[in-house]
């Protein structure tokens, strides 16, 4: 089982370059100013051979009341009561300082065991901070270099001191592995000696079944959409950071849990505003984090405020989800606060329809996150969509559909001559993918094209899915064309 650890301390100290040296990715945004991180992220990590669990934190400032500095140290110290060994972090080249005091004597009411970590150790300025250390009262601090890699063995030994027997994962002796090998290849010879049919009942020695793939999906919008609100009533607490503030959440927050059975990945997101707007540096990695949450969901939860909902921005925003191939829900959030609400819902279902004819017939939802109207309603059209975007079709009934629509609509003559679609297959799904083979493909109009996808759409219940069609043409040695 993985050891779960928190990496605590003052703002710009370092802790999210810990984080990202001990998960051995860049996860989590990096830069020289103080307070970057807000939100916790979680991500696995090891050290040795322990497997690590780790939460990156915000800074604990001495803020009090209901600002966002408050709201970040809350975080924090939800994290440290997670954690089964918390790493008190400081900078050694500025020593210690009040704030890393006052931290300090939060972290002693903890349960958790603390590790005090010194970073920046490179070089000979750190020694003065490292001696300082000391009357913090936590005993030898662990010197390091996160951004360099040094000290990673003391770090090692240090956690490893505060863990019990059973969290280190002994391994076991020769003997006792060599015996577990052999009797594994028994189990294996007797399975495969079974008749078929047999030993698949109760108390049969019967496999157990493959872990389910969690199934991941990106809550993305503008700026001060209620995405975190929202993914905070999904999870039922405040898991992320929320505020009347535009721009909270600049990392792409990751979060595992459970609906009804269903493992489910959320993620959520920082605000996408227009690219001309974006001019700070941190700015542009939040959204490169975005667009990269995008390319790894399976479904995009496109959230929008219903007051000011389907502007350019989220126009652009759909088009790039379609283009990525994801399948896609439209949100819109404080519904609480709209007025006339029926008029405004039917008014909004128009203006999608006429705006992205490529996302037609995708799920809208209205809803309020603050006081749970249309919450119910959320996760069954996420796994309708989910489905939808899996789906497959026979390549009979596809080709019994393209005799009906051919008939129906014939493809135009190009230059006088006609073009003759011969047979439609199904290739991948995820999203739906066909290929079309006709002659004279390259002459194939993009209407008839969108014709041919909007029925797909249309016949095999596929709203709102992004589906391809490759349209190929038979090689034909003696045809100059192909």
Known sequence: MAVKLAIIGRPNVGKSTLFNRLAGRRLALVDDRPGVTRDRREGPGQLGDLALSIIDTAGIDRTRGDS?????????????????????????????????????????????????????????????????????GFGEPVALSAEHGEGMSDLYAAISSKLAPAQLGAKPSKKRAARRIFAAAAELRAKTAQPEGEGEGEGAGASAPAPQKPLAFAIIGRPNAGKSTLANALLGEERLITGPEAGITRDSISVDWNWRGQPIKLVDTAGLRRKARVAEKLEKLSVAESLRAIQYAEICVLTMDARDAFEKQDLQIADLVVEEGRALVFVLTKWDLVENPQALFAELKDKATRLLPQARGAVILALSAQTGIGLQKFMPALMKAHKDWNAKAKTGDLNRWLKYMIERHPPPAVDGKRIKPRYLTQIKS????????????????????RYLVNGLREAFDMPGVPIRLIVRQNRNRFDPET
Do not use: H
């Open 430 to 449: 995820r999203p739906p993918t066909f290929v079309m083979m006709c002659s004279r493909a390259s002459a194939l109009p993009d209407s008839y094209k």
């Open 68 to 136: 966002l500095e408050a709201r970040m140290r809350a975080q924090a110290l939800a994290a440290a009561a997670l954690a089964d060994v918390i790493l008190f972090l400081f900078d050694a080249r500025e020593g210690v300082t009040g704030l890393d005091e006052e931290v300090a004597e939060v972290l002693r009411r903890e349960k958790a065991p603390v590790v005090l970590v010194a970073n920046k150790c490179e070089g000979r300025k750190g020694d003065e901070g490292l001696m300082e250390a000391w009357s913090l």
